[in-house]
Every structure is written in C-alpha cells, then in structure tokens.
C-alpha cells in the first residue's frame, strides 16, 4: 500500500505563488508516474499535470501551462508542483495521484494511489 501526503496549499492573493508537496510512504516502489488533480466546488476533479516515473516527461493542463512546473525528487518520495501567477479559477482541492506504470498521463483511470488533498484559494 502507498501513503500520499500533500502540503503547502493556503490563502493566497491573485498573481501570487504556492509550492505543492506530496510525499510518499509505504510501498513507494509501486508508484511509478505521478500527477496533480484538482477538483472545485460542483466541478468535477480535473488533471493538471502529470510526469513520468524519471521526471523526464511532463504533461499540463491547458489551462495551467506556462504556469504551473511539475517536478519530482525520487531520493525523497516527494512529488511538487510549484504554481505561479495563480488565478481566482485556480482555487480547488488539489491531489497528488500515482500510478503503478511508469508514464501517465491525466485521466484519473490511470493512478492507482490518491491522497486527501490540500486546498488552495486563491482570492484578494
């Protein structure tokens, strides 16, 4: 079993910045690529961005990318997304997934292990 763990969501201005963290614990062996979901009130959860087992490949969402960087340190079990430029429409509860397979993509269908989110509002 893998544990996910997501930090450093909060309260912050438009045009501001936050950096997300996901660590994970357990049978890390098993989580191969890994993506950050959000989901909004009475919207459904959406894919962000998503990167490969190696960090060598990244995906974006249209709406973040330009934006939002992917990354991944593998000695440490932790996946980051840093977000700049926030925007109101970016406030949601966002997720750190991962998958058994080495490359995904952002369809929730291909992760395997979620964790409970962290919310970010973003908000003068």
């Known amino acids: 079993q893998v544990h996910l763990v997501e930090s450093g969501g909060g309260l912050v201005q438009p045009g501001g910045s936050l950096r997300l963290s996901c660590r994970a614990s357990?049978?890390?062996?098993?989580?191969?690529?890994m993506a950050w979901f959000r989901q909004a009130p009475d919207h459904e959860r959406e894919g962000v961005s998503s990167i490969n087992y190696d960090g060598r490949v990244t995906n974006y969402a249209a709406s973040v990318k330009g934006r939002f960087t992917i990354s991944r340190d593998n000695t440490e079990n932790t996946l980051f997304l840093q977000m700049n430029s926030l925007k109101p429409e970016d406030t949601a509860v966002y997720f750190c997934a991962a998958s058994r397979f080495p490359f995904a993509g952002t369809r929730d269908r291909e992760y395997d292990y979620w964790g409970q989110g962290t919310q970010v509002t973003v908000a003068s």
């Open positions: 357990g049978a890390t062996s098993e989580t191969e690529a």
